[in-house]
């Protein structure tokens, strides 16, 4: 199971937003992985209203973040420390889940659907087309086993003569929709551009913050609203 930084508001209502942590956190265990929200461990020997107390928690949770798989966003407020945490998991290339207050009161289980993505969800013809700048279904043969995930699934391809139809050159290098780590593969590796319907309950599922990618989804949103 993933260890799972929870990442939520501590300062001004101390109290009930560590029952707001409490509720993150059991939402995520239900989620099947393993919360960790030090501002719920800390505030029993830390006053968070005593600037060396919260900076010295604030630090502490820092070294805690590094040693974690994840980071959950929890709740639809980010404040100050909330930040810095946020920003230290992009400098390490820890994964950035958004898990808001809709998730919770719906009980929309993230994380649920580990089937890595197919060509069911590829655009019909979409393998004969550029691939520069699109998001792609990545072949789970290309994968070794125990990584054909829906997290490994998508990829933006950004550089490469292989996302040129018919070039010869066919290395595509791309950067995980997920996590955001580089890699080079090969034109057939990729299955084709996603579906933005299969993109949409990608997003569902592992709710993460790309403006390409929501931006192909809002844009199918309201294509659907027209046809309507």
């Known amino acids: 199971m993933k260890l799972v930084y ?6 001004g209502a101390i109290e009930e937003n560590i029952k707001k942590a409490y509720r993150y956190c059991e939402y995520a265990a239900g989620c099947e992985v393993i919360p960790l929200a030090p501002h719920t461990i800390f505030t029993a020997y830390l006053d968070d209203t005593i600037r060396e107390q919260r900076e010295q928690g604030l630090k502490m949770g820092l070294e805690l973040l590094k040693r974690c798989d994840e980071i ?5 407020e980010i404040s100050q420390g909330m930040q810095g945490e946020i920003d230290l998991a992009s400098k ?25 993505l197919g060509v069911e969800d590829c655009l019909i013809g979409s393998n004969q087309q550029d691939y520069e700048n699109k998001i792609l ?10 990584c054909r995930t829906v997290e490994n699934s998508l ?4 550089n490469g003569f292989g ?4 070039a010869r050159g066919q290395a595509v290098y791309a950067k995980n929709l997920f996590d955001g780590r580089e890699s080079r593969w ?10 933005p319907e299969s993109l949409r309950k990608w997003l569902e599922n592992t709710p993460i913050r790309n403006e390409l990618a929501e931006s192909l989804v809002m844009d199918h949103n309201k294509c659907e609203d027209i046809e309507r």
């Open 155 to 158: 990829w933006i391809a950004y």
């Open 92 to 116: 390490l290339k820890i994964p950035t889940v958004y898990v808001l207050e809709h998730h919770i009161e719906e009980g929309l289980k993230i994380r649920q659907n580990s089937m890595a």
């Open 137 to 146: 279904v990545l072949n789970p043969e290309a994968l070794i086993s125990n």
């Open 72 to 76: 959950w966003v929890c709740g639809d």
């Open 186 to 195: 090969e034109r057939a590796d990729f299955l084709g551009i996603v579906k």
């Open 6 to 11: 929870i990442c939520s508001p501590l300062r």
């Open 163 to 166: 996302c040129t139809y018919g």
